[in-house]
């Protein structure tokens, strides 16, 4: 056996002592947040060329030794009735918000507290992506997470991260606090 062979078996044997992770992730939010575009800056892909998403994607994304198992459900409003299908056995959902639509903020707080009262999300830890930050007239997250009353939230662990899907910025924290509160608490 060459030591390239001999490497890649070490490697496997490796994995095999690490069982991976998988996180059922629901990725939810009003059309035209974002959820698409973070979707693709979290998978590494074009986030150039993005249509509305009319049903959902899915997309298995490795991030920090886990399996995230992404659902991004389209928000146009003919669709959100059918969001509740797509909650069974969420282990996180994630909303995402445009920060500069102050217009729908009243409405994207309706959907998300309609959301935190599901039978099925009952606990499930809370991510929001306050997307759009690199808009001038982005609403700061700590504005947003008054807004949407999330201090009230006191049934399950919830944080709201500032990001740009675009640039990618901020989307790495809000995978890491997944990875730091989630997965650590499943093990």
């Known amino acids: 056996m060459g030591e390239a062979q001999k490497g890649l078996f070490s490697v496997i044997e490796k994995l095999k002592?690490?069982?991976?992770?998988?996180?059922r992730i629901v990725l939810l939010g009003l059309d035209n947040a974002g959820k698409t575009t973070l979707l693709k800056s979290l998978a590494s892909e074009d986030v150039h060329t993005i249509t509305p998403t009319q049903g959902f994607n899915i997309k298995s994304v490795a991030s920090n030794g886990m399996k995230l198992n992404v659902w991004d459900i389209g928000g146009q409003r003919k669709i959100r009735?059918?969001?509740k299908k797509y909650l069974e056995n969420t282990d996180l959902l994630i909303y995402v918000i445009d920060s500069a639509d102050k217009k729908r903020f009243e409405e994207t707080g309706q959907e998300l507290s309609e959301l935190i009262d599901e039978e099925d999300?009952?606990?499930?830890?809370l991510l929001v992506f306050a997307n759009k930050q690199d808009l001038a007239t982005a609403s700061p997250a700590s504005e947003i997470a008054e807004g949407l009353n999330l201090h009230t939230y006191r049934?399950?662990?919830?944080?709201?991260q500032?990001?740009?899907?675009?640039s990618g910025e901020g989307v790495q924290d809000g995978m890491n606090w997944i990875c730091n509160n989630i997965v650590n608490k499943k093990k």
């Open 81 to 83: 009735s059918f969001w």
């Open 162 to 166: 500032a990001c740009s899907a675009l």
């Open 121 to 125: 999300l009952k606990g499930v830890p």
């Open 155 to 160: 049934d399950r662990q919830w944080q709201i």
């Open 17 to 23: 002592g690490t069982t991976e992770q998988e996180l």
